[in-house]
């Protein structure tokens, strides 16, 4: 923003000194009497003054646009972000669900494996034992 500020007094400024100067160019090279000239230069100033409020006015909307314009997209990017993570976070949760879901049907099937393998022991231990 202090970038945009010193950008737009340098124009100004610059349109100013560039209008005066060719102003004053152009009076130099005129021939006119003392009056004349002095009635021209009044004019020309009050033309100067004129542009250069009409441009500041001017640059003050273009810069009021400019930060609306840079709110209404921070604002839409917030709202993105914000339902961006919202569904990672729904994602997530499903994630969870579905791997707590396996883990107690693992768990379900590592406790058959184990009664069955042991089932099998005491059965050779029995065999073995009447043998």
Do not use: H
């Amino acid at each position: 923003m202090d970038q945009d500020r010193g950008m737009g007094k340098g124009l100004l400024v610059g349109f100013l000194a560039g209008s005066v100067v060719g102003a004053i160019i152009a009076l130099l090279y005129a021939p006119k009497s003392g009056r004349e000239f002095r009635a021209d230069i009044r004019q020309k100033t009050g033309e100067l003054k004129d542009q250069a409020e009409e441009y500041v006015k001017k640059a003050r909307v273009r810069a009021l646009d400019v930060v609306n314009e840079g709110k209404k997209r921070s604002d839409q990017i917030v709202t993105d972000a914000k339902k961006k993570a919202d569904n990672i976070l729904d994602d997530a949760n499903k994630l969870m669900a579905g791997i707590r879901e396996k883990s107690g049907t693992v768990a379900e099937q590592a406790a058959k494996v184990k009664t069955a393998f042991r089932a099998g022991v005491d059965a050779y231990k029995n065999e073995r034992s009447r043998s």
